[in-house]
């Protein structure tokens, strides 16, 4: 079956570190990938989208993702992070071998530490 | 220009009542969805409204019901609540309809309902 994996369940850095959130998925086909954002007490805000093209997307806020279909791969990336960047962050595929209903990850919880 | 709306917010209820529910889009979307979240398991979907007057059951559909009540509405009801009914409920839209595989397919979330069944 259709799957989406995140790596880590809860990541803690400091400020200024760097971070990588790990997203799989284990479909075939075409994708669309996504990362969503979910501050404490929000909803999820889009950060950034991959349909075609350049696998190097650039997002909101200075986060980025890097498709690499050869390892179903879509992982998020952000060369400094700060305390405001906490929060709960979501991978989501959709494919199209699979309908058109978003498949998401269960989620990385990020804590960064002032 | 509010995006996705839900009420209520906040849901206390007893098992076995019932409750709806409320979502409302004005972007004039096609596909509605609705989603719980529960802790280590992302989001999982419940529902979903391909389009106006259609409706199918997603990957946990069990104790819910659904009705898109026009192209602006899909409201999600509890007939007889469980505490295993306890989650944050979130419903989103996306402007695609039935073949909509392209660059329509970004999903915009409502602010969620958090609800308690005691």
């Known amino acids: 079956a259709q799957s989406v994996s995140q790596h880590n369940h809860h990541v803690i850095l400091s400020e200024a570190a760097s971070l990588e959130l790990g997203c799989n998925y284990s479909y075939g086909g075409t994708v669309n990938l996504f990362w969503y954002v979910q501050y404490p007490g929000q909803h999820l805000q889009l950060l950034l989208k991959?349909?075609?093209?350049?696998?190097l997307v650039k997002g909101i806020k200075g986060f980025e993702a890097e498709f690499i279909k050869s390892k179903f791969s879509f992982n998020l990336r952000k060369p400094s992070v700060q305390w405001s960047d906490t929060a709960e962050y979501f991978c989501?595929?959709?494919?199209?071998?699979?309908?058109?209903?978003?498949?998401f990850g269960p989620g990385t919880r990020l804590s960064v530490l002032p | 220009n509010a995006g996705v709306t839900q009420t209520p917010k906040f849901q206390v209820l007893k098992t076995g009542q019932s409750m709806t529910l409320q979502c409302a889009q004005d972007?004039?979307?096609?596909?509605m969805y609705w989603y719980r979240q529960d802790p280590g398991m992302g989001l999982r979907l419940i529902y979903y409204s391909a389009s106006e007057g259609t409706t199918d059951k997603g990957e946990v559909p069990n104790g819910y019901n659904v009705s898109r009540l026009n192209k602006r509405e899909f409201s999600l009801r509890l007939e007889s609540a469980a505490p295993s009914q306890t989650s944050v409920y979130f419903c989103?839209?996306?402007?695609?309809?039935?073949?909509?595989?392209?660059?329509?397919?970004?999903?915009?979330f409502g602010p969620g309902t958090r609800l308690t069944v005691l």
């Open positions: 972007m004039n979307h096609n596909s």
């Open positions: 991959y349909f075609s093209g350049d696998p």
């Open positions: 989501a595929v959709i494919s199209d071998n699979y309908g058109q209903n978003f498949v």
């Open positions: 989103a839209s996306r402007p695609g309809g039935l073949a909509a595989f392209s660059t329509y397919n970004e999903q915009f």
